[in-house]
Nanobody, 125 residues
Framework: QVQLVESGGGSVQSGGSLRLSCAASRYTYSSYCMGWFRQAPGKEREGVAAIDSDGTTRYADSVKGRFAISQDNAKNTLYLQMNSLKPEDTAMYYC???????????????????WGQGTQVTVSS
């Protein structure tokens, strides 16, 4: 069982930055993918950014050029650097982990097996 714990959420003004972290207890899979998803009230959970064990990344169009996903394997920690935040980025952000996937699956929430509890990001205008 993989345990994921997110941190780093908070409230910022439009144009501000935040860095989310996700600490993983251990990886079940020798090859894996990890991703960040978000869910705003009344909306579906959507993929934001993902990375696999080869370092391949994928981003939602809405965050390209503003968000960057990275990982520190020594610390078993996943990061999401979020810059130029907008009010529409307001959501609960979740970290997720799953087996290695093709790039077309990296942002598909149904692929992922383990989920964190989430961290709230609120962006005010």
């Amino acid at each position: 069982q993989v345990q994921l714990v997110e941190s780093g959420g908070g409230s910022v003004q439009s144009g501000g930055s935040l860095r989310l972290s996700c600490a993983a207890s251990r990886y079940t899979y020798s090859s894996y993918c990890m991703g960040w998803f978000r869910q705003a009230p009344g909306k579906e959970r959507e993929g934001v950014a993902a990375i696999d064990s080869d370092g391949t990344t994928r981003y939602a169009d809405s965050v390209k050029g503003r968000f960057a996903i990275s990982q520190d394997n020594a610390k078993n920690t996943l990061y999401l650097q979020m810059n130029s935040l907008k009010p529409e980025d307001t959501a609960m952000y979740y970290c997720a982990a799953g087996p290695q996937a093709g790039w077309w699956l990296l942002l598909r929430k149904t692929w992922y097996k383990y989920w964190g509890q989430g961290t709230q990001v609120t962006v005010s205008s």
